[in-house]
Every structure is written in C-alpha cells, then in structure tokens.
C-alpha cells in the first residue's frame, strides 16, 4: 500500500496560518492525495482532497507538488477548535465503487491561545 | 452529531463471550467500512462492504465477522476475542459510484475492552 510520511506533531498559534505537510513519495498516477481530521473521542471527519491541482474549500486549502510527491494542507487561520490529528492519505478505488484509505501515522496539531 | 450512528458507544466483554457491533446511515450510501483504532494509532481498515457485498477483507481474523443486512445496516459479530482487540472500531460510509470520489462519513466508533 503507498504510505505517507508526516511529521508527529507541529504547534501553532491561534488565528495564525498553519502549513501540515506530508510526502508520499510513492504515489500512484490515479491515488487521490486525501486529508481527515481527527477531534479527541470522535472518528476521523474528512477536510479536502485532491489529484494535481491545488483545492480550496472552506474549511483549509491543499497544495500539490507539480510531480505530486509532496503536498501541504494549509489552515488559514487556526482557532482552537483545530487542535487535531491531521492525516494525510493515498486514496484508491476499489472495484464495485468502493475505495480503499491507507492512513499515514498523523500530524498531532496544538494550536495555542 | 455524525451521520453515522454506532452502537453501542462502549462495550466490555470476556473473551467467550459473543457480542454484535452495530453501524446505521440513512445518506443513501451503497460502501460501508469497518475500521480498528489503537490507541494513538491511526485508523486500520478491516472490511469494505459495496451495495452489500464484501469487496475488501484485510485479512482480518475469522473472530470478527461482519454482516451488511441492507444498505443502510453494517454489523461486525465479535466471538472469542482476545485482550489485544481491545479498541476502538469505527465505521464509515460513502457513494459507491464507479470514479466517484466522495469523502467517507465515519462514526464515533465503538470502544471495546475484552476482559
């Protein structure tokens, strides 16, 4: 299974930009690059993906490395309500429509008041 | 509050004992998946369930066993477990359509503790 490769945990201050960055040297031409979240005591909540082009949603922004090797999700503005373990994920569909989601080990964010 | 419902939220049991996860969406979702969670782990996934059928099994041991009665039911039946299934289980749902590439919707999990 391709495997992603982040840093255990990084630190920000609230209502500063965060930049999470994650490699996956490994990646396949068709593996979606996928970012969840993980609050303390809840399952993992998607955030954004995507394949070559960088993506904008409301909740963050990823940016993909032109060979795709690499991306970074970044938070505009992180509150304490991001403090999270942000994983990076190659994504593959499985036949029938179902898919298949490797979680890379996770990045812990504390975000400080 | 998740669109997916897991139950119960804990769960204690020996290891003769027999008991059933339970896992319901209601968002018209054809794949349901079944995860395991050690602690400050990340997710694992177990099984993969497509417009009812099983498509991916992980090699998951043969004392977990998982059920997908209709679309929007995923059972995992748990027999004979050892301490070191001891975990959190999630599940998850998403679209089943060929190329789509719809975000998986998971529950809180199950946190399950053999004795």
């Known amino acids: 299974d391709a495997k992603t490769t982040q840093p255990n945990s990084m630190e920000s201050n609230e209502e500063e930009p965060v930049h999470l960055p994650c490699n996956h040297s490994t990646i396949s031409g068709t593996d979606y690059i996928h970012w969840y979240r993980q609050l303390p005591s809840q399952g993992p909540e998607y955030v954004i993906h995507?394949?070559?082009s960088n993506v904008n949603n409301r909740m963050a922004s990823l940016a993909i490395a032109e060979d795709r090797k690499s991306s970074t999700l970044i938070l505009h503005r992180a509150t304490l309500r991001d403090a999270a373990v942000y994983y990076c994920?190659?994504?593959?569909?499985?036949?029938?429509?179902?898919?298949?989601?490797?979680f890379g080990k996770g990045t812990k964010l504390t975000v400080n008041p | 509050d998740t669109e997916v419902t897991q139950t119960p939220k804990h769960l204690v049991m020996g290891m003769t004992n027999k008991k059933s996860l339970k896992c319901e969406q209601h968002?018209?979702?054809?794949?349901m998946y079944w995860y395991k969670q050690k602690a400050k782990k990340p997710p694992e996934l177990m099984f993969v369930y497509s417009y009812e059928k099983l498509s991916i099994n992980e090699s998951v041991p043969s004392r977990f066993s998982p059920e997908c009665p209709n679309s929007s039911l995923l059972n995992l039946h748990l027999h004979a477990l050892q301490p070191e299934d001891s975990a959190l289980y999630l599940c998850?749902?998403?679209?089943?359509?060929?190329?789509?590439?719809?975000?998986?919707?998971f529950g809180d999990g199950t946190r399950l503790s053999i004795l």
């Open positions: 968002m018209g979702h054809r794949a």
């Open positions: 998850a749902s998403s679209q089943a359509r060929a190329g789509a590439n719809q975000p998986q919707h």
């Open positions: 995507g394949l070559t």
């Open positions: 994920i190659l994504r593959r569909l499985h036949q029938g429509g179902s898919e298949k989601l490797v």
